[in-house]
């Protein structure tokens, strides 16, 4: 390690939805890399000391080193050529980023995506279908005296929510922290998490839905029929219970994860959560908050709804937005649908995506935004290596709760951010079709109109 | 001779073709119907490029070969004739307010979404949101029936307000979820969830099936208008034995988090 170290206070860490802003991280200059982070947890620590400046070429095209002009031009042409092109990724970008995404999509006419269709994708189509009695983590922290975890596992996935914001941390009304609120746990597993909780009720799993509706039964003092214990493996008595604590805090808050969102019945768990929340709230104040995992997946949510009216899952194909997860979602374009290009940004869905989406992936030209090398990128045919947003570059990144919070970069990089390569893109992809679609507006105008009623 | 269109060409990327309906090619010539715009992928196309069109409208349309990447065929159709051989990509007969569709294949995700009127007889299998409402609209099908000799998946008659849909084999999880009225006839097994959060309506199954615990038996009996609604659906082309036609349903009311209006009829005995 050499001497020549600068110390950046009130850092941001990226790495989990927490967005953690009150890092002290001590940066060597020479060997570009940071050394310390102090107050980062252990998922943190590990994030700040393994980005490392790569030797890679700033743009390859079929695994040969180009200009990042001429890998702009070869991805703006792909793009613009094709009839059902998509983007996906997105949560491991700022905010800037994300947004010359959403313009490129509406330039080339194609879908766009973001990892929260594999994960809390559910979470987004029930707050459209019920609504969300939502908070910030800040109230969770001064108020809350019932804290429910729900199909999440924070002691692993988040760990500072425990200390920071939801468990352990005293609050304005929460003088004594923990001691002030009881902890409930929902989980068929004995996870990290459980030596926190006050209760911890394991239903069998996938069982989710069941226990929600009875639970929303039983706070409206509805008749429960007897034989929930067999399909849950959760007493009657210990649901009454749980509805009681429930109405008699002062504030209650749920967090929950894909326990509860990619469990049989997806974005109904979701729904029934909500209802319940909603349900609850002719009693006392309750709320309900997705533990969202990758550092800006948030903001690429926030994003998408800002620009096009909704928060995932987009096509622009006609012109003009339209939404319907498992129609314009990235794994049913790839796989049912054969989309004809992709885009990549910052995630790897090579190594994660069902065979058959991963197999088109093969077939198709594929741009690749990472700031290492991955799955993806290793199938793709346009790679451009990033600089690290948060680490590297200036932006934005929204916290699960919906905050924005501005990064503070710690060293620089060689390599462009990924504002500048979308921009890039942005800006050749609307020249490109300017031509493209200079023909043919009239009857446009035509065709939409069954197919806009059809998905209003 | 009645319009036919035959799929020459398979499209590459989904084909947007809600112009394949009656009242769309109503009055032209072939040269005129063959130029009609449909979206491929995001590209402005013509009927055309991927159908052979022969013969002039009568009342009835004939559409040959594997749609299987051909939306919204008859969406929002509002009389004629429209026969389908062949698998069928999402949203045919989206938006129906009359008319028939009879399918010879399988159909995808998203069939009658938002229907109000006109029959849609399916003889393969449907997809899941059979007859149920679009993402963030709260009203599923309005009217019309759904006739479905295969099975159907999940959330069959999701919001539906009223019509009719059955369902000859077995349908998945979430039959008539959030269901204010009408009727599902499900002559084979359903999922689990059946009607959760249904105001009101029924839903029929030949078979014993989960339900929610917030529902609860009220008894067992024979439904007097029920023997109306079989005889119907047999004349359809449906088995239905007679022990069914004069048996008893067991009635389970629910849902009790909302009105505890609707009714789940399992055959018995």
Request: hydrophobic content about 40%; proline content about 4%.
């Amino acid at each position: 390690m050499s001497e020549n170290t600068r110390t950046i206070k009130n850092a941001v860490c990226t790495f989990c939805g927490c967005v953690c802003d009150d890092m002290e991280l001590t940066v060597d200059l020479d060997e570009h890399r940071i050394t310390k982070a102090k107050n980062a947890c252990i998922l943190g620590r590990s994030w700040f000391s393994e980005h490392v400046i790569e030797d890679r070429p700033i743009a390859a095209i079929g695994g040969k080193e180009v200009s990042f002009e001429e890998a702009v031009e070869e991805s703006a042409q792909i793009l613009t050529k094709a009839k059902f092109p998509i983007i996906y990724g997105l949560s491991e970008a700022s905010v800037e980023a994300q947004r010359e995404a959403v313009a490129i999509a509406d330039y080339m006419r194609g879908s766009i995506d973001s990892t929260s269709s594999v994960c809390h994708g559910p979470t987004g189509m029930a707050f459209q279908g019920v609504g969300e009695s939502t908070t910030t983590l800040g109230e969770v922290k001064n108020r809350a005296d019932l804290v429910i975890f729900w199909g999440c596992n924070p002691a692993e996935a988040h760990p500072r929510l425990f200390t920071r914001y939801a468990v352990t941390t005293k609050g304005m009304f929460i003088p004594r922290g923990k001691k002030d609120r009881t902890v409930v746990l929902v989980d068929p597993r004995k996870t990290a998490s459980a030596p926190v909780a006050n209760i911890h009720i394991r239903p069998k799993p996938a069982t989710d839905f069941e226990m929600i509706w009875a639970l929303r039964a039983l706070i409206k003092g509805k008749k429960v029929n007897a034989s929930i214990e067999k399909v849950t493996g959760v007493p009657l008595e210990t649901l009454q219970d749980l509805a009681e604590r429930m109405k008699n805090c002062n504030f209650g808050v749920v967090f929950f994860g894909m326990g509860l969102t990619m469990g049989r019945g997806r974005y109904f768990n979701t729904g029934a959560l909500f209802s319940m929340v909603t349900d609850l709230n002719e009693y006392t104040h309750f709320v309900v908050k997705p533990a969202r995992g990758h550092g800006n997946v948030t903001g690429a949510d926030q994003v998408l709804t800002w620009q096009t009216g909704y928060p995932f899952g987009v096509n622009f194909n006609l012109g003009y937005p339209r939404f319907n997860p498992g129609e314009f979602t990235a794994v049913d374009n790839l796989a049912r649908d054969g989309a004809d290009a992709a885009m990549f940004i910052a995630s790897d869905p090579a190594s994660n995506f069902p065979k058959a989406a991963v197999e088109q992936m093969k077939r198709i030209p594929v741009i690749s935004l990472d700031t290492r090398r991955s799955v993806t990128s290793e199938l793709a045919y346009v790679v451009f290596s990033t600089s690290a947003w948060g680490l590297n570059e200036h932006g934005t990144a929204y916290r699960m709760d919906d905050i924005p919070i501005t990064l503070r970069p710690a060293f620089e990089s060689p390599y462009p951010s990924d504002v500048v390569i979308l921009s890039a893109i942005k800006n050749r992809v609307f020249e490109l079709n300017i031509d493209k679609r200079s023909i043919g507006m009239s009857a446009r105008s035509d065709i939409g109109k069954a197919t806009l009623h059809a998905s209003m | 001779m009645s319009l036919t269109l035959s799929l020459h060409t398979s499209p590459e990327v989904p084909v947007e073709a809600d112009v394949i309906s009656p009242d769309r090619l109503n009055n032209l010539n072939e040269s005129a119907l063959s130029a009609l715009p449909v979206f491929h992928g995001n590209v402005q196309a013509k009927i055309g490029d991927f159908f052979k069109v022969q013969g002039q409208y009568n009342g009835e349309i004939r559409v040959e070969g594997d749609l299987s990447k051909v939306k919204h065929i008859g969406a929002g159709m509002t009389s004629g004739r429209l026969i389908v051989n062949g698998d069928v990509g999402a949203h045919l007969g989206a938006g129906m307010q009359g008319g028939k569709i009879i399918v010879d294949g399988n159909v995808a995700d998203w069939a009658a979404s938002e229907m109000t009127g006109g029959r849609i007889i399916i003889k393969g299998n449907a997809g899941h949101m059979l007859g149920s409402s679009i993402r963030g609209s709260a009203t599923g099908i309005t009217g019309g029936e759904i006739i479905v000799h295969g099975n159907a998946r999940n959330e069959a008659g999701q919001a539906m307000r009223n019509g009719l849909i059955v369902i000859g084999g077995n349908s998945e999880d979430l039959t008539g979820v959030n269901m204010l009225s009408g009727t599902i006839i499900v002559l084979g097994k359903m999922g689990i969830r059946t009607g959760a959060g249904m105001k009101r309506g029924t839903i029929l199954s030949m078979h014993d099936a989960d339900l929610l615990s917030t529902f609860t038996y009220a008894c067992t009996y024979h439904p007097t208008y029920l023997r109306l609604y079989l005889t119907y659906i047999k004349k359809l082309g449906f088995q239905i034995d007679d022990a069914k036609l004069s048996g008893n349903y067991e009635r389970w009311a629910g849902d009790s988090i909302e009105l505890n209006r609707g009714e789940i009829l399992l055959y018995r005995n």
